[in-house]
């Protein structure tokens, strides 16, 4: 039971945010209903086949991705060596890691004129098809992001197992093969159903690794044939209906993940290992690690590669990338502050009540928009925007954050209000001891202990409105591009130094901001007060 002071100002004002998103929602699912509705003509898109295509993928990466989540995870818990947290830190970073990045290098490796030709050319004079467009392409993109998402989460899993099991595992003298059968799978299971939920929906509603990799209309998915119906043949039919059936399968996915246990949040340290297996393990675990550090690493190494030795010289002279890198990071800061704002708001009011019905009420609507993909959502702005006789330009940056702070916002609930409850659960009665008002209880305790989940709060919304293509594709115009904006365009005319340096300088940016904004934020919060 929550034993907290009444704090009935945390509870209107987060009821309050609850109602104005619920009606942000219900706005953009009108506009994206009313144009289906009053829309006349026909359409030219094939919503089975689109559908069929874009679930065939989602499935194979979520299968794949768990199978290599859970390899690299049995690994990484065995094995202690140098680096080994930061290994742990760079699967971490693969949720922040923008997906258009990764595609692009595994072009730079795996291209016609990747560095695996262009190796093979040299020595023997060969070249070889490039595995990096069509459904092979996509599936290899979303398993280096989405399979060392799954190893970080699974690992988790396996450091909280208890020690007295271990201990009871270690004087059984438990094989390899006996210590997973026996206390590895089912440390790890309850997961798989929720983090496989979370996984399909990812790949689901994937839009730049598609669009780049895709390699034409045979393997196109939903997300990029509403970009294409809207941006290049403004059929919006067609595009309405895409994002209707898009909405409805992702909202039966959510609906049944929610009966799943939930996932863990992994992002901070691991444990340190206290069980080996014998030898021939061992190897076998070696292997996996090396093999899946590589494959995540290799893409990420050779974009800054590339891109540091190629173009960048020239990218830093152009005014236009000045104007994209700052709009990048207004829009970044903007979405990334707007989304704390919300998320505070709420998780406090959700930790400040005590009924059941409220404290969901109060979560359900930040959460609803897992179920609306990133250019679903901008294509429901665009049309509210268009309703409401907006010029599109103008609305543009406004519709960018917005958006941006809303897809961040499920991620940063799962990130906030954890700490809020445990607060709530563990000093509540202190709390309403002293009397403390609710400024001063959010200022002395609650920030202070908040610290670096806040920084991180911060560093994964800035991260994902720094990488997103999805919402800016359908708003950008030549005046007003972001990053991606830019890369993508550079990479249609056939710019591709342009388009390395730009990848390089954004993936440096998007790990400078997961790695530094936790701790910088963590230092504030604890700083001393004169």
């Not at 917005?402 to 990130?415: C, E, K, Q």
């Amino acid at each position: 039971m929550l034993t907290l002071p009444r704090r009935p100002l945390r509870i209107a004002g987060a009821g309050l945010l609850a109602l104005v998103i619920a009606a942000l929602i219900a706005s953009v699912l009108w506009a994206i209903l009313a144009a289906a509705t009053d829309a006349g003509g026909t359409s030219r898109v094939d919503i089975p086949h689109l559908l069929r295509m874009t679930s065939i993928q989602a499935g194979l990466t979520t299968v794949l991705s768990l199978a290599v989540g859970m390899a690299v995870a049995w690994a990484l818990n065995r094995l202690r060596f140098f680096g080994r947290d930061l290994v742990v830190g760079l699967f971490a970073a693969a949720i922040v890691t923008p997906g258009m990045v990764v595609a692009f290098g595994l072009l730079s490796i795996w291209g016609r004129n990747g560095w695996i030709n262009q190796i093979g050319n040299a020595l023997f004079g060969v070249t070889f098809d490039s595995p990096a467009f069509g459904l092979q392409g996509i599936l290899l993109a979303h398993v280096i992001l989405d399979g060392a998402f799954a190893a970080r989460i699974l690992l988790a899993r396996l450091d909280a197992v208890p020690a007295s099991r271990l201990k009871v595992g270690q004087s059984l003298a438990l094989s390899a093969s006996q210590r997973f059968r026996l206390i590895d799978w089912p440390a790890m299971r309850g997961s798989l159903p929720g983090l496989g939920a979370i996984i399909f929906l990812l790949a689901f509603t994937s839009f730049p690794i598609v669009l780049l990799l895709g390699g034409g209309p045979a393997n196109q998915t939903l997300e990029v044939a509403i970009y294409t119906a809207v941006r290049l043949d403004f059929d919006l039919v067609g595009a309405v209906r895409l994002a209707l059936t898009q909405i409805g399968v992702c909202a039966v996915v959510i609906v049944m993940a929610s009966a799943f246990t939930p996932v863990p949040s992994a992002l901070g340290r691991s444990a340190q290992p206290h069980w080996q297996d014998g030898p021939l393990a061992r190897g076998v675990q070696v292997l996996v690690l090396a093999l899946a550090t590589l494959g995540f690493a290799l893409p990420l190494l050779s974009v800054l590669h590339d891109g540091l030795a190629g173009g960048l010289v020239r990218v830093l002279g152009q005014e236009s990338f000045w104007r994209a890198t700052a709009t990048s990071l207004v829009i970044g800061t903007a979405s990334a502050m707007l989304t704390l704002a919300l998320a505070l708001v709420l998780a406090l009011g959700r930790g400040a009540a005590g009924h059941p019905a409220l404290r969901l009420g109060l979560t359900v609507p930040a959460y609803a928009y897992l179920a609306v993909p990133a250019v679903v959502l901008s294509l429901g702005f665009f049309l509210l925007v268009r309703n409401l006789g907006v010029k599109a330009n103008l609305a543009a940056p406004f519709v960018v954050v917005i958006a941006n702070s809303l897809l961040a916002l499920p991620f940063a609930m799962a990130t906030l209000g954890p700490p809020l409850e445990a607060i709530a659960r563990t000093r509540g009665k202190l709390i309403r001891s002293l009397g403390l008002s609710g400024a001063v209880q959010f200022v002395q305790i609650e920030y202070k202990l908040l610290g670096r989940d806040i920084g991180l709060m911060l560093a994964l919304a800035f991260c994902f409105s720094l990488g997103d293509l999805g919402v800016i594709a359908l708003f950008g115009t030549q005046d007003f591009q972001t990053l991606p904006l830019m890369m993508y365009r550079a990479l249609g005319s056939y710019r591709n130094n342009d388009a390395a340096a730009i990848a390089a300088l954004l993936l440096i940016g998007t790990i400078a901001a997961f790695v530094g904004l936790p701790r910088l934020i963590e230092r504030i919060a604890h700083a001393p007060r004169r």
